[in-house]
């Protein structure tokens, strides 16, 4: 099956500077690579993702990269906020019924 | 549009009581999934609904785990006996259809605790 390797497991950055999370997957056949920001007490939601046909693609502050050759994707948000605290899980996702299978998470923390 | 609504929120038990949790997915949406998520970690899925079939249930301990859905519509999450470490966050989520690229909305989770 499917496994995905998320780093760093905790992230501290000033108010203003970027952040950036990595991730690694193991099947080429998945196809599908979002991104979920999970505040406490609350579930899951999607902030951005991509798909395989594409290497890049922007949100505003929020952007996300995929290398499908080394298997590698990365969030990369600019001009943290404090409201960007929360902890961020990659994704992969693929087959017929787009099992998806989640990192190990990313505790984010933007000092004022 | 209502988001996806699940019940208990929280809920304290014994190892070797039973739970059940409760789901409403978005309405019209085919897709259903239950995922665990121990703290610490990201959410584990346990069953996937495909309106009122499973599609998969690998990861569900069947021996203790059971789930349904029927009419295609709310789901139930069932653990008997529990045991402690089943301690975890129980995550419903529901998406437009499967085999499509499409994203997945989360409701708020039941924290379960064994004690």
């Known amino acids: 099956g499917e496994n995905v390797e998320q780093h760093p497991s905790t992230l501290s950055v000033q108010e203003g500077d970027s952040a950036v999370i990595k991730c690694t997957y193991s099947d080429s056949a998945s196809n599908y690579f979002p991104w979920y920001k999970q505040e406490l007490g609350k579930g899951p939601q999607l902030i951005i993702d991509?798909?395989?046909?594409?290497g890049e693609k922007k949100d505003q502050r929020i952007a996300v990269t995929l290398n499908k050759t080394a298997k590698h994707f990365s969030l990369h948000i600019t001009e943290t906020q404090p409201e960007d605290s929360a902890v961020y899980f990659c994704?992969?996702?693929?087959?017929?019924?787009?099992?998806?299978?989640f990192g190990t998470g990313t505790k984010l923390q933007v000092i004022p | 549009e209502a988001g996806v609504a699940q019940s208990p929120r929280y809920k304290i038990i014994e190892k070797r009581q039973s739970v059940a949790f409760w789901c409403n997915p978005i309405s019209g949406h085919a897709t259903l999934y239950w995922y665990q998520q121990i703290l610490g970690q990201g959410p584990k899925l346990l069953i996937q609904f495909q309106n009122n079939g499973v599609v998969d249930d690998s990861q569900l301990p069947k021996d203790r785990f059971s789930a349904e859905r029927l009419k295609g519509v709310d789901s139930t999450l069932k653990i008997q006996p529990a045991k402690l470490e089943d301690s975890a966050v129980y995550l419903c989520?529901?998406?437009?259809?499967?085999?499509?690229?499409?994203?997945?909305?989360f409701g708020p989770g039941t924290r379960l605790t064994v004690l």
């Open positions: 989520a529901s998406s437009f259809s499967p085999g499509l690229v499409n994203e997945q909305f």
């Open positions: 994704a992969a996702s693929g087959g017929g019924y787009q099992k998806v299978t």
């Open positions: 991509i798909r395989s046909n594409v």
